[in-house]
């Protein structure tokens, strides 16, 4: 059995649909490529796809990521260009690798987002940032299924700073851009929620809803503050000639 582990993208329009609705036009896009999918067993068998830490539905992404599992090996670059093909534009499978490493969710320790705010003045954006990072705690809610939460976004905000004018975005209005690196605790703090806390720390309130995108998630370096590739160590074992995770598997199961 082969293991492919995909990246994907939600751009554009595309950014509004739900994990649900990515899995049903990802599966068709299998069926379309005529991919030799793996499934499960029992009465109604799913191809076997690993999804991992999806972004909420409303953001954009260009980070998501995915594994499946193959009857019969296929190359990864050609079987990535077939399934892009196949999915929808926005939904754009845009990287794929074997699987020759364990435990990629493990390396999902934080992710990178930009947070656009349109109609508020960078100098305001600015002061409330400082505001934030200078607070030992913000108290964010949410409604969860039992009920509001409250909870402390701060420790798990790793970095948020505004950042300078952007080439390709307009200057004729008030906008802000944020780069925010969060770490992946529980429970989850999302950008939302930062936003929250920047209301919260500093009556910072947008006019208009924010335009949220992933721009990275990997595994969280404490000393450098960057956010690395999860795919390169699959990248390093397939230079070095390390066997896969299904040839590994193999290897140690009974004769």
């Not at 995909?6 to 329009?13: A, D, E, P, Q």
Request: with cysteine; glycine share 6%.
């Amino acid at each position: 059995m082969q293991r492919i582990r995909l990246r994907y993208t939600k751009r554009g329009r595309l950014r509004f649909t739900s994990h649900r609705d990515f899995q049903r036009a990802f599966e068709r896009a299998l069926r379309r490529a005529e991919v030799p999918m793996a499934y499960s067993a029992g009465f109604t068998p799913h191809p076997k796809v690993s999804y991992a830490n999806a972004a909420p539905t409303g953001t954009g992404s260009e980070a998501e990521y995915l594994e499946i599992a193959l009857t019969a090996e296929r190359d990864p670059d050609k079987l990535r260009e077939l399934l892009d093909e196949s999915m929808p534009v926005g939904l754009d499978i845009v990287d794929a690798v074997v699987a020759r490493t364990s435990g990629l969710a493990d390396r999902l320790t934080a992710s990178v987002w930009e947070l656009r705010l349109d109609g508020v003045a960078p100098e305001d954006a600015e002061r409330a940032v400082a505001a934030f990072n200078a607070a030992e705690s913000v108290e964010v809610q949410r409604m969860a299924k039992n009920g509001m939460r409250t909870f402390d976004a701060r420790p798990a905000v790793a970095a948020l700073e505004t950042l300078g004018p952007q080439p390709d975005r307009p200057t004729d209005q008030a906008c802000a851009i944020l780069r925010l690196v969060v770490r992946h605790v529980t429970p989850a703090v999302r950008p939302d929620d930062v936003l929250s806390g920047l209301r919260a720390v500093a009556d910072l309130a947008p006019p208009v809803a924010a335009a949220v995108t992933r721009l990275a998630q990997g595994l969280f370096d404490e000393e450098t503050g960057t956010v690395t590739d999860p795919l390169a160590p699959d990248r390093e074992a397939a230079v070095t000639g390390n066997p896969t995770v299904a040839e590994a598997a193999a290897a140690k199961a009974p004769a």
